[in-house]
C-alpha cells in the first residue's frame, strides 16, 4: 500500500469528522480535525461544483481557507486514475480541497494520532 493510500484509508475511518481549524500561511495551508492534521506545502485550491473558489496563489484565499472551519470532512479519494501522489479532501456542500505536490521540496504532511505520513512525487512510496 502506498503513502497516500494510506492517507486515504485512515482518514476514511475517522469520517465524518468537523474541521477545527484553517490557516493559510503562504506557503503553508493547515487543516485541522478532532483526529488528524494535514499540512499543505504545495499548490491546491478549493473547488465547488468544478468551480475554482480559491488557491494558492489567490490573494482572498486566506478568508476562503478560514471558511472551512466548522465544515465536516465527508469523504476523500485519489485527486488522480493514474498518478497516485496525492489525494482531495471533499466536504460538505460539495467542497473539494485538491492539492498538488510537484517535487520533494513541495510535500503534504498529514499527521494522525499514531504516525506522521510524508508524500514526495520523488518518493516511490508514494
Known sequence: MTITETAISRIQTSLPTGVTDAKWEDPCLTLKTTGWTLVLNCAWRITDGGKMLAGSDDEASVAKVYD????????????????????????????????????????????????????SPSDPAT
Open 68 to 119: 472551512l472551519i466548522g465544515r465536516k470532512v465527508v469523504t476523500c479519494a485519489a485527486s488522480s486514475l493514474t498518478t497516485k501522489i496525492d489525494f482531495k479532501v471533499g466536504l460538505e456542500g460539495g467542497l473539494w480541497l485538491e492539492f498538488f505536490s510537484s517535487s520533494a521540496f513541495e510535500p503534504w504532511v498529514l499527521r494522525l494520532e499514531d504516525v506522521i505520513l510524508v508524500a
